[in-house]
């Protein structure tokens, strides 16, 4: 995996629109660049707390949403009433899902979401073992709840947090370090300047493989077939363009991001978002701004 990779492809969420928790995200290092897209945080307010949120509504509907992104995370939880904790496993999601935040149990949650490919690159495990699924840590990364959970968790600030977690990142980089790829390198590469544009044939034959191959290596990476992460990669293009500030017309948006028409892009949307493309720009805010010819 190479750092300029970080910079075709940058995953987005939908969350920070829910006034009572406060959500940011922390970029890695240059060195972790290849393998982490970002820390994340997301935390209950106190009543005399203010914080912006980019893309939260004004009224009591707003919703928090998980969206494909193609990354796997590492998340540590901490149940602020009960002062319980657990470190889970995020694989790769093909749906998106709702969050739902209880204010008489606040959970304060620190995470790791790793750039496609980067989880494996350091973990050297299979994906697909975890894909669709939440699992304990130890499942995965048997120790590290024991040897760095509580260590995150004791920590009220959320940028020690990210140097407690970059230290132990970049002592399991260099245990993987022969775990560097030139094929899903240029695999993935090929996918991101495409903005997911592009057919599985198309990559077997750029890269003069069978398409069986490459279907071993995506599940080995990335932790679905090359077909589902192409399809997320554009399902992720459609959001970055639903939140640009200049006019959005539906046909526009599905001619420009490969659809055959404006229903299949509805259709796709939906299978990931959850809901349309006009639900999605009202949420994001920039529901004047995205119109039907």
Not at 89 to 113: A, L, N
Request: charged share 20%; proline share 5%.
């Amino acid at each position: 995996m190479q750092v300029q990779m970080h910079t075709l492809f940058r995953p987005k969420q939908a969350s920070g629109r829910v006034a009572t928790n406060r959500y940011m995200e922390i970029s890695p290092s240059l060195l972790l660049a290849p393998y982490v897209s970002c820390y994340w945080l997301s935390e209950p307010l106190r009543q005399d707390q203010d914080c912006y949120h980019p893309f939260k509504l004004q009224h009591e509907e707003a919703i928090d949403r998980v969206l494909p992104d193609g990354c796997n995370d590492i998340i540590f939880e901490h149940d602020l009433k009960r002062n319980q904790f657990r470190t889970r496993y995020s694989g790769f999601f093909e749906g998106s899902f709702t969050i739902t935040y209880d204010e008489q149990h606040p959970v304060r949650k620190f995470g790791v979401r790793f750039f496609p490919g980067g989880a494996h690159a350091l973990l050297g495990v299979p994906l697909h073992e975890f894909a669709n699924s939440l699992v304990d840590i130890d499942l995965v990364w048997p120790g590290m709840h024991n040897e760095i959970g509580y260590r995150v968790f004791e920590e009220p600030s959320s940028y020690k947090s990210v140097q407690i977690m970059e230290q132990y990142l970049l002592s399991c980089m260099r245990t993987h370090n022969s775990m560097n790829d030139s094929l899903i390198y240029n695999l993935l590469h090929h996918i991101f300047v495409t903005e997911g544009k592009t057919s599985v044939q198309e990559l077997a034959n750029r890269e003069v493989i069978s398409t069986r191959q490459m279907n071993r290596i995506f599940y080995q990476w990335i932790g679905t077939s090359p077909k589902r992460f192409c399809e997320v990669v554009r399902f992720q293009a459609v959001i970055d363009a639903l939140q640009s500030p200049r006019m959005i017309d539906g046909a526009s948006l599905a001619l420009n991001h490969g659809y055959f028409d404006q229903a299949h892009m509805i259709r796709d949307f939906k299978r990931f978002y959850g809901e349309s493309p006009l639900v999605a720009a009202r949420e994001f805010g920039s529901m004047s701004d995205f119109y039907n010819p």
